[in-house]
């Protein structure tokens, strides 16, 4: 989630650049776009970093007609495949739709945490629906095939495990944990493509100005409606417990919920972290060890996310919570 704007959750430090920048150019753009496209059948990532480089390199050169022509692109390629390779159809529909709201997001200075977040649950809710389709022709719905998939994982575990009563009944625990989490796969697919385009948009920006504006993750500061969202997800999972119709589906929005609100919550607490790490004066070693701890603290107990949530209100690197705060939410 990379942003171009410093107080919009992520401060931003200037670092010339060795390279010099130079004018954009649209054919280079759009063939970028298309390697994009091809490449992102192989290695889904960078492709989704070729794609947004080339976005970006016609967003530069033509502005908002650069945006046009990304689409006309990208439709071509879609429909072109649709009658062959639906599914690569889709795939290309859905990396446009990543890669185009982060470059518009980054280039008007709009990639906060409010708007990436908007952004995430968008592509998160298109990639659902697409699955969705194509679960309803094969006469099935989401659910069941990740029902199906879990069955499959749970068996071939029971019987790498040699079998018995205690393989079987974790196997059956870990069922309604599975079924309640499942669409977070989705809001990870999402998050993955959508920093994989910031990271092409990002190099395209530093050639054409030849200035690179990192993040500081260590002045990362949120807004306040993710407390409000844990809050709403946690209320959820409790009321999902009094068996009522349609609990299963609140205990699965829920439980989802809370999952992606938590990435926003554990970048607070690393940025909480990386700046004792830095007011600490660590070396490498001490560098090391201690994001080693603080990954494995938050794996085992959430550490760092309940740090992260009690930082919003103790501040503990003393940000001007007046001007991020406000920004945050535009």
């Known amino acids: 989630?990379?942003?171009?704007?410093?107080?919009?959750?992520?401060?931003?430090?200037?670092?010339?650049?060795?390279?010099?920048?130079?004018?954009?150019?649209?054919?280079?753009?759009?063939?970028?776009?298309?390697?994009?496209?091809?490449?992102?059948?192989?290695?889904?990532?960078?492709?989704?970093?070729?794609?947004?480089?080339?976005?970006?390199?016609?967003?530069?050169?033509?502005?908002?007609?650069?945006?046009?022509?990304?689409?006309?692109?990208?439709?071509?390629?879609?429909?072109?495949?649709?009658?062959?390779?639906?599914?690569?159809?889709?795939?290309?529909?859905?990396?446009?739709?990543?890669?185009?709201?982060?470059?518009?997001?980054?280039?008007?200075?709009?990639a906060n945490v409010t708007g990436v977040s908007v952004l995430v649950v968008?592509?998160?809710?298109?990639?659902?629906?697409?699955?969705?389709?194509?679960?309803?022709?094969a006469g099935t719905t989401v659910s069941e095939v990740y029902q199906s998939m879990f069955g499959a994982m749970s068996d071939g575990v029971v019987e790498a495990a040699g079998g018995g009563v205690q393989a079987e009944l974790m196997a059956r625990q870990l069922e309604p944990l599975f079924m309640a989490i499942w669409p977070f796969v989705y809001v990870v697919s999402s998050v993955s493509d959508v920093l994989a385009a910031a990271i092409g948009s990002f190099l395209m920006g530093a050639r054409t100005t030849g200035v690179a504006r990192m993040p500081?993750?260590?002045r990362f500061d949120m807004p306040l409606w993710p407390v409000a969202v844990l809050a709403l997800?946690?209320?959820?999972?409790?009321a999902s417990a009094a068996g009522f119709p349609g609990s299963q589906a609140v205990l699965t929005v829920s439980a989802t919920v809370l999952l992606s609100v938590r990435i926003i919550f554990v970048l607070q607490g690393f940025g909480v972290v990386l700046h004792l790490m830095g007011r600490w004066r660590l070396g490498c070693f001490g560098r090391t060890a201690l994001t080693v701890l603080s990954i494995w603290l938050e794996t085992m107990f959430f550490f760092v996310s309940i740090v992260g949530l009690i930082d919003v209100w103790a501040n503990f690197r003393k940000l001007d919570r007046g001007s991020s705060h406000a920004q945050a939410n535009s």
Not at 8 to 21: A, E, F, N, Q, V
Not at 79 to 91: R, W
Not at 95 to 108: D, N, P, Q
Not at 233 to 238: E, I, K, N, Q, R
Request: glycine share 12%; aromatic share 8%.
């Open 122 to 137: 968008l592509l998160t809710l298109m990639n659902l629906g697409v699955e969705a389709g194509f679960a309803m022709m």
């Open 233 to 238: 997800s946690v209320l959820g999972l409790g």
């Open 1 to 110: 989630m990379v942003n171009e704007e410093s107080g919009t959750g992520i401060d931003r430090t200037s670092i010339p650049s060795p390279m010099r920048g130079r004018d954009p150019r649209l054919l280079s753009g759009m063939v970028w776009l298309a390697l994009g496209f091809v490449a992102g059948t192989m290695v889904p990532f960078f492709g989704v970093v070729m794609t947004a480089y080339g976005m970006r390199e016609m967003v530069e050169a033509q502005g908002n007609k650069g945006f046009l022509l990304a689409a006309a692109v990208a439709a071509i390629i879609a429909v072109g495949s649709a009658v062959a390779v639906p599914a690569y159809a889709a795939m290309v529909a859905m990396t446009f739709a990543s890669v185009a709201g982060t470059v518009w997001l980054m280039r008007t200075h709009r």
């Open 216 to 218: 500081v993750i260590a």
